[in-house]
C-alpha cells in the first residue's frame, strides 16, 4: 500500500515498462473530461438563449395585449362618433328599416 502510494506521488507509473496502458488511460479520461465540459459550455448556452427568448416572449405579449386594449378603445361608439364629428359626419337621427323582398312564387 505504501509503495503504490509512493509510486503514485513520485510520477514512476508513467515512466515504467508497463505505462503505455496507464497512458492510455490517462488520455482517456482527459479526452472524457474536455467532452463534459464542452457539454456543459453547451447547456449553459441553450440555458440563457431559453431565458431571452422567455423575456423576448413576454415583451410581445404585453405590446400585443397592450394593441388590442388600444383597438378596444378605438373600436368605442364614441370614439368613432367623436371621430366622425371632427370630419363632419354624425349618426343618423332616423333609426334604419328594414327591406322585404317577396318572392315571385
Not at 50 to 66: C, G, H, M, Q, T
Not at 83 to 95: D, H, I, V, W, Y
Request: aromatic share 6%; net charge positive.
Amino acid at each position: 500500500m505504501k509503495k503504490s502510494i509512493y509510486s503514485i506521488l513520485k510520477g514512476t507509473f508513467l515512466i515504467s515498462d508497463d505505462s503505455f496502458k496507464n497512458w492510455r488511460v490517462i488520455l482517456f479520461i482527459s479526452a472524457l473530461a474536455l467532452v463534459m465540459i464542452a457539454s456543459s459550455h453547451s447547456a449553459d448556452k441553450k440555458v440563457h438563449e431559453i431565458a431571452r427568448l422567455n423575456n423576448e416572449v413576454k415583451e410581445l405579449r404585453s405590446a400585443y395585449i397592450d394593441g388590442c386594449s388600444r383597438l378596444m378603445d378605438m373600436r368605442m361608439e364614441s370614439n368613432v362618433s367623436q371621430k366622425m364629428a371632427e370630419r363632419g359626419l354624425r349618426p343618423s337621427e332616423t333609426p334604419p328599416q328594414k327591406i322585404r323582398v317577396k318572392s315571385q312564387k
